[in-house]
């Protein structure tokens, strides 16, 4: 029988500390919430107890960041979508902030298994003054433990209304997209790592964070398969390929903190979970 996983958080500042109210249905839950820098800023981590989706599973998640508030948002693991045998599977995000609001959505990685039939959403709404970074890394496979994407469809949508949007399907038989020079080029992992705004962010602000990120990742390893564009004034966004995971989320994590000191001037705490 499938699942239906649902949760709501909503982050709002109560006597000068960022706190979250949250509801659930099924077996998606929020931890308790941590403050390792300070009250300003609360951290939580997303717990499906089931660790992956199958046929009709749907994981829905509902976050709203009131005005002043900041919440930080993360995963103790991969996101899993199995082999299905009948409807997609799904995880529809929505994430909405209200005028000042910040968000960090910085979820592990989601790994779509050969002959998975999944659906990937995620949808932003900022009000003015809000503002966001984000990431999704995505695996196709598991290559390397010799369980590669040879079947199956990954659906990915990624939006802020009206202003960004990428939606796209990787058929695993589509030979031209997996492996050919304009399309996957062989690579099985894909990621985003992007910083969003309600309202037009700066030019200098803007083109210096250009500037940062490219000198960043010119003497990276996945240089050659990677690159930074604002593709609108409210939204710079990171993009990459790469053979597997690992490299992807040490850059991403690296720019992270550099976009959360140049745009927040705010250091960079990591997730206690990241380490365990």
């Known amino acids: 029988m499938p699942w239906l996983a649902q949760l709501e958080l909503d982050y709002a500042v109560s006597h000068g500390r960022s706190v979250v109210h949250h509801r659930h249905n099924g077996p998606l839950r929020v931890l308790r919430s941590l403050y390792p820098e300070g009250d300003a800023v609360c951290h939580n981590v997303l717990v499906h107890p089931p660790s992956g989706l199958v046929s009709g599973d749907t994981l829905d998640i509902r976050a709203r960041v009131a005005s002043g508030a900041h919440a930080l948002l993360t995963t103790p693991g991969a996101t899993r979508f199995y082999r299905t045998n009948g409807a997609p599977a799904l995880q529809d ?10 968000l960090e959505w910085l979820p592990l990685e989601t790994i779509a298994y050969s002959g998975c039939d999944a659906h990937n959403r995620l949808q932003l709404q900022l009000a003015p003054g809000a503002e966001l970074i984000g990431w999704d890394i995505t695996a196709l496979g598991l ?16 939006e802020l209304p009206g202003q960004w949007l990428e939606h796209g399907t990787l058929a695993a038989g589509d030979a031209l997209l997996m492996d050919g020079p304009l399309g996957l080029a062989g690579q099985r992992c894909l990621a985003s790592l992007f910083f969003v705004t309600g309202s037009a962010i700066a030019r200098e602000r803007r083109d210096a964070a250009l500037d940062m990120t490219r000198a960043l990742i010119e003497s990276h390893a996945l240089a050659a398969r990677c690159g930074v564009t604002s593709p609108h004034d409210q939204v710079i966004v990171l993009r990459a390929l790469a053979p597997m995971v690992e490299p992807v989320m040490q850059l991403w994590q690296q720019v992270w903190r550099l976009w959360r000191a140049h745009f927040w001037d705010m250091p960079a705490v990591t997730p206690r979970i990241w380490a365990m």
């Open 93 to 102: 995000t929505r994430l909405t902030l209200d005028a000042g609001a910040r």
């Open 143 to 158: 290559p390397n433990a010799g369980l590669p994407f040879i079947a199956g469809r990954y659906t990915q949508h990624l």
